[in-house]
Nanobody, 123 residues
């Protein structure tokens, strides 16, 4: 299974970005998908997750109401729409996939990881 994330960039505070993560290699409909981020000098942290059919979504408190995770199973792609970006959202964003349900906010639950895409938010 390979995950390819893209969509990062340099934006100003208050702007929006949409990250995409395309999955290849296996039937992905059974996978739960997550987004994590890692800022310089900090540990990787959970951002959002979505279950296999897109019905249930989960968010970190820090992004709730601003970020939206979604998936298009026909395109094997999961998205992270990020609105009202803040400088503290600056980080490398990683998408991840797992067949394990539950505790989707825990990074070690995920079996596969993308390479990361950098999001920089200037003030």
């Amino acid at each position: 299974v390979q995950l390819q994330a893209c969509g990062g960039g340099l934006v100003q505070a208050g702007d929006s970005l949409r990250l995409s993560c395309t999955v290849s290699g296996r039937t992905w409909n059974n996978y739960f998908m997550g987004w994590f981020r890692q800022a310089p000098g900090k540990e990787r942290e959970f951002v959002a997750a979505i279950n296999w059919d897109g019905v249930s979504t989960y968010y970190a408190d820090s992004v709730k109401g601003r970020f939206t995770i979604s998936r298009d199973n026909a395109k094997n792609t999961v998205y992270l729409q990020m609105n009202s970006l803040k400088p503290e959202d600056t980080a490398v964003y990683y998408c991840a996939a797992t067949v394990n349900s539950g505790s989707l906010y825990i990074a070690t639950k995920y079996n596969y990881w993308g390479q990361g895409t950098l999001v920089t938010v200037s003030s």
